[in-house]
């Protein structure tokens, strides 16, 4: 596999289930990242992590967890969800965390909260 | 509060024609400006990038105009193709990592 994966690419679930997205990045970069993209709006930053250690949290609900074990893998865990949280979960990464870096991205997660 | 803002959110072209997406920024530390274009189920991939010390940037059939008096940017798609039917996202950033990311224009070109 090349370039990044991103699993599952659909889930629907119920405002008190408990799930998992997974993201792997097969480009040997050390800087990952979580994106929200939503129907018509510019796409929205959740978290950042650079060399597994996070930088960036954009004042994301608690709902919303992250966890980067190494540098090549990165989860987002969800429980408790709002209908408002369905939107396509993006991952991406880049070399370094520079803005100039091209960033690559996942084909994404579409998330649909009942 | 958006921090660029891109027009039109949709634009209907035939096949040959130009196609062009206006974004405007405010922050005037920004200085690198990406564009991303998105296909169905897929995610967004750069597509051209450029530095407010050129006016323009050319790659193939797509050109950045920058005018960085105004703050503002474009993308123009000659010879559009329908394979170029594709979201089109404009993005800015300023010496760090983050993007700000524009709302998006899909872009239909008729064969």
């Known amino acids: 596999e090349t370039g990044v994966t991103q699993t599952p690419r659909h889930l629907v679930m119920g405002m008190t289930n408990k799930k998992s997205l997974k993201c792997e990045q097969h480009?040997?970069?050390?800087?990952m990242y979580w994106y929200k993209q939503s129907a018509k709006k510019p796409l929205e930053l959740m978290f950042v992590?650079?060399?597994?250690?996070?930088?960036e949290n954009n004042s994301v609900p608690s709902r919303f967890s992250p966890e980067c074990p190494n540098s090549s893998h990165l989860f987002l865990h969800l429980h408790t969800l709002q209908p408002e949280d369905s939107a396509l979960y993006l991952c991406?990464?880049?070399?370094?965390?520079?803005?100039?870096?091209?960033?690559?991205f996942g084909p994404g997660t579409r998330l649909t909260v009942l | 509060q958006q921090q660029v803002k891109q027009s039109p959110q949709s634009l209907i072209v035939q096949k040959g024609g130009i196609s062009i997406i206006n974004c405007a920024y405010e922050n005037t530390a920004f200085d690198y400006f990406p564009w991303y274009q998105q296909f169905p189920g897929k995610g967004p991939a750069l597509l051209i990038a450029?530095?407010?010390?050129?006016s323009e940037k050319k790659e193939g059939r797509f050109t950045i105009s920058f005018n960085k008096s105004a703050k503002q940017f474009s993308l123009h798609i000659m010879d559009s193709q329908p394979g170029d039917s594709a979201t089109y996202f404009c993005?800015?950033?300023?010496?760090?990592?983050?993007?700000?990311f524009g709302a998006g224009t899909t872009v239909t070109v008729r064969a």
């Open positions: 450029i530095r407010p010390d050129v």
């Open positions: 480009l040997g970069h050390n800087a």
């Open positions: 993005a800015a950033s300023s010496n760090d990592y983050k993007l700000s």
């Open positions: 991406a990464s880049s070399q370094e965390l520079l803005a100039t870096d091209t960033q690559y």
């Open positions: 992590y650079n060399f597994k250690e996070q930088t």
